[in-house]
């Protein structure tokens, strides 16, 4: 490589000479370059005996690499600066137990828990007036004033919540399938219950029904977990001793 350097007497800007290409290239003679100039570097052929393909313009005197942000771009769609992120639903990552978020499904499981839970209230009130004689109402699903933790006749109202709480666990393990989403199934269950005893009479005022229906929430719960636990395990195939 040479390089000269001439200094002008009236304090001028200096120029340099600079030899880009090494002597027996094949291409052009030494290029100018001054302060704030651009460079032309010509890209020579290895296969065509020193031809060049293209000249590549960098301002400043940059190396000439900083064409390969334009030149190389992401496909339009891969989440890059080429392509829009969100454009795809989120998928699982492959070899994960994780599950893509699906609304539609979520809403269907909610749906179903809901429908069951009214479903066996419904059923253990007919029982109830088959054995015990109690009249059959829709206040004994969405009122507080049939609950009694301290007689007996409120008890088989209590029974009824604590009876579909049992069945709504079997219903998460079926259901569901998951353990770490039994508390939310379960809470979400109760809430929209709470809700619709709102709706239906106000928010229940008695210590009665508060205390059966968190006891309901906790048994649906960890029954639930404890099923679907079972319920993953037996999916995970094992390998025969010394396969």
Known sequence: MMRSDSCMDDGGPNDETVNLIPSGAGAGGPQRRTAGSIITTPVVSPSSGGGPLHDQATPGGSSGLGGLDQAVQPPPGSGGLGGARGSHPRQAKPGTNSVAFNPRLIF??????????YLTLG???QCNHV????????DRIFTSQYFDIWTGEGW???AAVLISALVGSVLLAAIVEKSKKCLDFSVTLFFIHFIACCLYGGAPNTYSWWIVHIMATILMTLLGEYLCSI??????????YGG
């Open 123 to 125: 059923f253990c009130i």
């Open 131 to 138: 054995v015990y004689g109690s009249s059959i109402t829709i």
């Open 231 to 240: 319920r993953e395990m037996n999916e995970i195939p094992l390998l025969p």
């Open 108 to 117: 269907s499981q909610i749906v179903a828990l809901q429908s069951f839970h």
């Open 156 to 158: 088989v109202d209590n």
